[in-house]
């Protein structure tokens, strides 16, 4: 099983926030930035940005598929 990290980076001045969504399992590790604007409390923050990094990976679980010919 993953574990995955969720890291504040910076506060940018447009109102997005950066974070790096670190995930490490038994094959590596990754780490993903991912900017999002404010949502006003950091539990929403963090929701937003993990749903951010989900999506991602299933984009990636379905271009590996298809690039692997496997259904």
């Keep these: 099983m993953a574990n995955t990290e969720l890291i504040r980076v910076e506060e940018r001045p447009d109102g997005r926030l950066l974070f790096n969504v670190r995930v490490t399992g038994t094959a590596g590790r990754i780490e993903?930035?991912?900017?999002?604007?404010?949502?006003?409390?950091?539990t929403s923050n963090e929701?937003?940005?993990?749903?951010?990094a989900l999506?991602?990976?299933?984009e990636l679980e379905a271009a590996f598929r298809l690039r692997l010919g496997v259904k």
Excluded: H
């Excluded at 993903?32 to 950091?42: H, M, T, V, W, Y």
């Excluded at 929701?47 to 951010?52: D, E, P, R």
């Excluded at 999506?55 to 299933?58: L, N, T």
């Design 55 to 58: 999506d991602f990976a299933r």
């Design 32 to 42: 993903l930035p991912i900017a999002i604007r404010d949502q006003g409390s950091n």
């Design 47 to 52: 929701t937003a940005v993990f749903q951010c």
